[in-house]
């Protein structure tokens, strides 16, 4: 079946300028995840979304960074006046009850350039 | 301190040899330890779960865990040129909204 799918593959934006980045997870996983992997820094959490419960923000780096899950099914993670630092691979998964003891399906990422 | 430490490499080997990967980590409380696997350009792919300590086995992988040594191995036997990738280590516990730990990777680099 499908995987978990993202757009786009490779963005290259301008330093302060908005971006929207898509994750469609696998069909009938409650649970969405995004990471952010950066060298030499590793799979960084930003957000987690299960259910219908309020997601858990606790990794989002600023208030520039915000992301929303419709229907329980397509997030998209928006970055408001990109700068240099926000540079890096962002990495959507999918599980299906949620809980890192669930196994993770990670999509290929979406490589954002910040000029 | 980082709750978990990841050489990051890069390691090189011949082809056949066998493979020895690490992690530490600080935190007793986690219970269940993984073992992502992420080529080039691609997502991380869950390759090994082991949950509390103990051993496991799956074909040329074996996955082992001390939590008295706080301290987790990922052993890869007669390696292959498919094994070049990059290995990341992750943890967690039930409670903290379960969410995982991860190390940096190690970059694998198996040479025909």
């Known amino acids: 079946g499908a995987g978990v799918s993202q757009s786009p593959s490779n963005k290259v934006t301008e330093k302060g300028k908005d971006v929207e980045l898509r994750c469609d997870p696998i069909s009938g996983h409650t649970a969405l995840y995004w990471y952010r992997q950066s060298l030499g820094q590793g799979l960084e959490f930003l957000i987690y979304?299960?259910?219908?419960?309020?997601?858990?923000k606790s990794g989002l780096p600023s208030d520039r960074f915000s992301a929303e899950r419709t229907g329980g099914s397509v997030s998209t993670l928006t970055i408001q006046r990109t700068q240099q630092e926000d540079s890096a691979v962002y990495l959507c998964?999918?599980?299906?009850?949620?809980?890192?003891?669930?196994?993770?399906?990670f999509g290929p990422g979406t490589r954002l350039l910040v000029l | 301190q980082k709750e978990v430490e990841q050489d990051p490499g890069p390691l090189s080997v011949p082809e056949g040899a066998i493979v020895s990967l690490n992690c530490t980590y600080s935190?007793?409380?986690?219970?269940?330890f993984m073992w992502y696997r992420q080529y080039s350009r691609k997502g991380p792919e869950l390759l090994m779960y082991?949950?509390s300590s103990g051993n496991k086995e799956d074909g040329r992988f074996t996955a082992q865990v001390d939590k008295s040594s706080k301290y987790i191995s990922l052993f890869i036997r007669d390696s292959q040129p498919s094994d070049s990738a990059t290995y990341l280590c992750a943890m967690g516990d039930a409670g903290n909204n379960r969410k995982l730990i991860w190390g940096l990777g190690t970059s694998l680099a198996v040479n025909p």
């Open positions: 979304f299960q259910g219908n419960s309020a997601p858990d």
């Open positions: 998964a999918s599980s299906t009850l949620g809980g890192g003891a669930e196994t993770q399906y």
């Open positions: 935190n007793s409380a986690f219970q269940y």
């Open positions: 082991t949950y």
